[in-house]
């Protein structure tokens, strides 16, 4: 498999949503994209399962933003992902930044982060999880 295609006008936040707002992008970011936010210079940036802190995602960006805008970001609960994913599947961060993608698409030395469960063919459950160790 590869990453998700997403459509940034296909995202949204489920009812149950729990988004976040006080940030700024110190990264050029589209909505739809895993985000994590560094703790250096207190902004959102993009996610990526390259290394232990650019993995440990926080959720999924509602909003596109440039650096320095405000971005709001979903932490838990249903999103509409805009891309096709497979119910009862697991989506984590890849090592695309800001990508999403399944396990097995992950490597050996790569940073596993979950980002939820496929709950149908369009909405991930959100309740990003960290394992804290690289792929054997």
Request: proline share 4%; glycine share 8%; with cysteine.
């Amino acid at each position: 498999m590869a990453d998700l295609t997403i459509t940034a006008a296909n995202v949204a936040a489920g009812a149950n949503a729990a988004p976040v707002n006080q940030y700024l992008a110190g990264a050029a970011i589209t909505q739809g994209q895993a985000v994590y936010v560094d703790s250096t210079t207190n902004t959102v940036k993009l996610a990526d399962a390259d290394a232990l802190d650019t993995s440990a995602a926080k959720g999924v960006a509602l909003n596109a933003a440039s650096i320095g805008q405000p971005i709001t970001y979903q932490r838990y609960g249903n999103i509409t992902i805009g891309a096709t994913v497979v119910p009862g599947k697991a989506y984590y961060v890849s090592t695309t930044p800001g990508a999403i993608c399944l396990e097995s698409d992950l490597s050996t030395g790569d940073f596993p982060h979950l980002l939820g469960f496929a709950t149908s063919t369009t909405v991930i459950a959100l309740d990003p999880k960290a394992c804290g160790v690289a792929k054997a």
